[in-house]
């Protein structure tokens, strides 16, 4: 039999020596300036907002009739003098007053009807057969009835506000609610969670992608609402918000404030949808790792 000794096998020493970083080449490419500022949200935005306002201003002056389509300069020259007047700023101000008090009321609403729809079988079937009747009625309908039912003042205008907000927050917070997997709702079930704890920690944070879009879509509806009611309203009562200030200067032939209050209207959307509600999202969602 061959010798153990023999079969001993000696390996080198093996050393280990530091390379540097240039020797593996390129890691990550460094960005250009473009790219840089390509990935910052808010310039691409502001560049769209910049091409849709050169092709505004070039479409107006093809057309050269400031009757039927004023030129974006002519238009961003009434909206600062309408500022700096105070005009404009009151009007808006009477706008958002009625359209706070109508959407929370409708928020309000919309979290009775969510607690009804998720506490039995018949308080869903309550809930789904509400909305499938109401959530298709456009509320500028309701405005005729509004107006018989609570006079000329804002109760009327927050009765349609109220129907814009209530069925689309409602629907998409109990959908949400639905949408939370059994595995949630099992750990809270096994922490000993319940009632409006269970409520609270478990389902709101599950389903606040879905109470976000309610509230996001609740928004929009109630704003573009507003302002078309104000259109009806302001008639009657010879007073109003931004809706008014549109059709007052629409009889009076000054259509760049027309324009004016128009852009008015875009500029709170926009600065609604990605200064509050995008902030919201931020904090949340995003933070929660639920969205991308």
């Known amino acids: ?3 153990k ?14 390379v540097g970083a240039e020797a593996f080449g390129v890691v990550e490419k460094p960005l250009s300036t473009f790219e840089k500022l390509y990935n910052i949200g808010a310039l691409r935005k502001a560049a769209i907002l910049l091409v849709l306002a050169l092709a505004w201003e070039i479409g107006a002056r093809l057309l050269d009739n400031d009757l039927l389509f004023p030129t974006f300069l002519a238009t961003n020259k009434a909206f600062i003098n309408g500022i700096a007047s105070g005009e404009l700023l009151i009007k808006l101000w009477t706008s958002l007053k009625v359209l706070l008090t109508g959407y929370a009321i409708g928020i309000v609403l919309a979290a009775l009807l969510t607690a009804i729809g998720i506490a039995s079988r018949i308080g869903t079937d309550f809930l789904e057969t509400l909305t499938s009747m109401f959530n298709p009625l456009p509320a500028i309908a309701l405005l005729p009835i509004a107006l018989i039912w609570f006079g000329l003042g804002n109760g009327s205008l927050v009765f349609v506000l109220v129907h814009s907000v209530l069925w689309s927050v409602a629907l998409n917070t109990h959908s949400g ?29 599950a389903a606040f992608p879905s109470i976000l879009t309610g509230l996001k879509i609740g928004w929009a509806f109630a704003w573009r609402t507003l302002i078309a009611s104000e ?9 109003g918000g931004l809706g ?18 128009l852009f008015m209207v875009i500029m709170i959307g926009l600065a609604v949808e990605n200064l509050i509600f995008r902030y919201i999202e931020s ?10």
Request: glycine residues 10%; positive net charge; aromatic residues 12%.
């Open 5 to 18: 000794d023999a079969m001993l096998i000696v390996r080198p020493e093996i050393r280990h020596e530091l």
């Open 177 to 205: 609610f639905l949408a939370v997997s059994n595995t949630l709702r099992m750990v809270g079930k096994n922490y000993g969670l319940g009632g409006f704890a269970y409520v609270a920690q478990i389902l709101i944070p």
């Open 231 to 239: 259109l009806v309203f302001g008639v009657s009562s010879g007073s």
């Open 244 to 261: 008014w200030y549109i059709y007052e200067n629409k009889n009076q032939l000054e259509i760049t404030n027309v324009f004016a209050g």
């Open 283 to 292: 904090r949340t969602v995003r933070k929660w790792g639920m969205q991308h």
């Open 1 to 3: 039999m061959p010798n």
